[in-house]
């Protein structure tokens, strides 16, 4: 089996890191164990040192993704896990994600169902994308935004620089392997409640949501965005055309706007899909 690495980006999780670091030495014994400590003002740094952990220490809060990344960098396997360090995550699954790997996959994603989700509006939001990401890449995508998974190292260090410094580093690093043709698999986990308070925000973390949309489709293949809304404002353009013809027999202004908005938005979808194949281009 190759060398493995574990990632914990923890932010005050104190509590649950004293659950879930020997659990994960028990369940992987040789395994390097790597607590990225977020900007903490509880003891997260002194548990995860206490059992063992190597220990990164952030002196403020860079985000999830920062210590992701700072955890990937840092990581010596070949294949690293990423889980969460609150206690949601269950090390007995490491073993099931990583034959799943070794089937030949390059990433495999915990797919958490219903009842693992946040809350009710968590849950809707998540199957909404997993719809839309499954739409914009053509494979069954069972959880776009889950924090547990599996990757091969050398692959996964390839979109650092494209992961996000806050928390949708999962759905940004997802749509980088399939764009890439890096093979990409579920397995189904379970999800307990988390220790301590969730740094979640409603009302902030809607806007991100809401930006994570656009991130799955501009990470993947932009036109399958920016094309049925160009062709959605010339349909509406031919329409209103059609109407004000008919009944007033004329070419409105209202119609050369909507119809140019249709070829603006094109052209805007047709560079934006060229951005992102230079982004993905990798030197031979």
Known sequence: MSSLSIVLPAKNEAEG???TLPALRQQVP???IIVVD???TDETAAVAAEYGATVLVAPYSMGNGAAIKRGA?????QVIVFMDADGQHDPACIPQLLARLEQGYDMVVGARNWSGQAGMHRGAANAFY??????MTGFEVKDLTSGFRV?????FREFLHLLPNGFSYPTTSTMAFFRSAYAVAYEPIPVAKRIGKSHIRPLRDGVRFLLIIFKIATLYSPLKLFAPTAILFFLIGLGYYAYT?????RFTNMSVLLFSAAV???LIGLISEQITSLTYRRDA
Not at 73 to 77: E, L, P
Not at 151 to 155: L, P, S
């Open 73 to 77: 960098r840092a990581a010596s396997g």
């Open 17 to 19: 890191l004293r659950r």
């Open 264 to 266: 603006i938005v094109f």
């Open 245 to 249: 013809f008919v009944t007033q027999g």
């Open 38 to 40: 977020d900007g903490s």
């Open 30 to 32: 040789d395994a390097q």
């Open 151 to 155: 990757v091969r190292a050398d692959k």
């Open 130 to 135: 997993n719809w839309l990401a499954t739409r």
